[in-house]
């Protein structure tokens, strides 16, 4: 059974940082691609980075120039390494995920059950 678990959220001031981590179990050979998204008490759920099958990389303009998505194959982990941050970006944070199986099976649309990030104003 396919499983995505978040870690990695917090509480910290504005200006901080945090990373975090989203692992993948459950038989699985490596992360084909991935998504951070968060929301936003009573605010929608939003996209805030991915990474392509080929390692492209995709950010919300909000998040542009201080957040860095990366994916660690060796580790089936996926990374949202989150600097300069802002009380805007207060949310769960969610990893979404495809994946490939060790049977060669692909999988998508996986999603963890989310890390909570707090950035008091």
């Known amino acids: 059974q396919v499983q995505l678990v978040e870690s990695g959220g917090g509480l910290v001031q504005a200006g901080g940082s945090l990373r975090l981590s989203c692992e993948a179990s459950?038989?699985?050979?490596?992360?084909?691609?991935a998504n951070w998204y968060r929301q936003a008490p009573g605010k929608q759920r939003e996209l805030v980075a991915s990474?392509?099958?080929?390692?492209?990389?995709n950010y919300a303009e909000s998040v542009k120039g201080r957040f860095t998505i990366s994916r660690a194959n060796a580790e089936n982990t996926v990374y949202l390494q989150m600097n300069s941050l802002k009380p805007d970006d207060t949310g769960v944070y969610y990893c979404?995920?495809?994946?490939?199986?060790?049977?060669?099976?692909?999988?998508?649309?996986?999603w963890g059950q989310g890390t909570q990030v707090t950035v008091p104003s």
């Open positions: 459950g038989n699985i050979l490596y992360i084909r691609a």
């Open positions: 979404n995920a495809d994946v490939v199986l060790t049977t060669g099976t692909e999988l998508r649309d996986y």
């Open positions: 990474v392509s099958s080929g390692g492209i990389r």
